[in-house]
């Protein structure tokens, strides 16, 4: 079946510095979406990316998507400490449901 | 507040009782999900609907566990003859849409259970 592997599984890094995970799966999927979850708190939906090296920003976040659609990463630039938490990446489609392992973050002040 | 709802938010429980979960959707959201997270882990998916329909259950449900969706809206996860194992958070989450390629999971604040 559908896996979806994340690294690195924690990261820490001080504030300022740059961040990314990794999604990587065994099969191709046919989109691929990311959360972030608080620490606390219930998976909240960032971004969803869909065609093949597709690449999104929001803000500080970068999104992609590679090119044989297997694996994507998230980038931050300049962490803050509002972006601790734990990110996953999730696919979905029919009889496929799988959220990634996940990063979890950690930002030191 | 037309976000997901969940009810109880906490549930402690002695091995071997039955609970029952509850989970309204956002309105007019057609597809609804039921995953299991267990502390460091991610949302293990249990089952989803599309309207009352149940399209999907994960096989590593199992046959103590049952949900419903009677009339499309809100859902209903039963787990019967409760074991520690299963002491977790129980999230669900709905989506708009047909598809759910195209559509974003908008998650509740979930239902911690405990099986002492």
């Known amino acids: 079946g559908q896996q979806v592997m994340q690294i690195p599984q924690y990261q820490h890094v001080q504030e300022g510095e740059d961040f990314t995970t990794y999604c990587n799966s065994s099969t191709t999927l046919s989109n691929i979406q990311w959360y972030k979850q608080r620490p606390g708190g219930h998976p909240v939906f960032l971004i969803q990316?869909?065609?093949?090296?597709e690449v999104k920003k929001q803000k500080r976040l970068t999104f992609q998507f590679g090119e044989a659609k297997k694996n994507s990463s998230l980038h931050i630039t300049a962490t803050q400490t509002t972006d601790v938490g734990t990110y996953f990446c999730f696919s979905g489609g029919y009889q496929k449901v799988t959220f990634g392992t996940g990063t979890k973050l950690q930002v030191i002040p | 507040d037309t976000g997901v709802s969940q009810d109880p938010r906490h549930k402690i429980t002695k091995r071997g009782q039955n609970v029952t979960f509850r989970c309204d959707p956002i309105s007019e959201h057609n597809r609804l999900y039921w995953y299991r997270q267990t502390l460091g882990q991610g949302p293990e998916f249990l089952t989803y609907f599309q309207n009352e329909a149940q399209l999907e259950k994960s096989r590593l449900l199992s046959d103590r566990f049952s949900a419903e969706r009677p009339k499309g809206s809100f859902s209903t996860l039963e787990i019967q003859r409760t074991e520690q194992g299963d002491s977790a958070m129980y999230l669900c989450?709905?989506?708009?849409?047909?598809?759910?390629?195209?559509?974003?999971?908008?998650f509740g604040p979930g239902t911690r259970l405990t099986v002492l």
């Open positions: 989450a709905s989506s708009p849409g047909r598809e759910v390629l195209y559509n974003e999971q908008f």
């Open positions: 990316l869909v065609k093949s090296g």
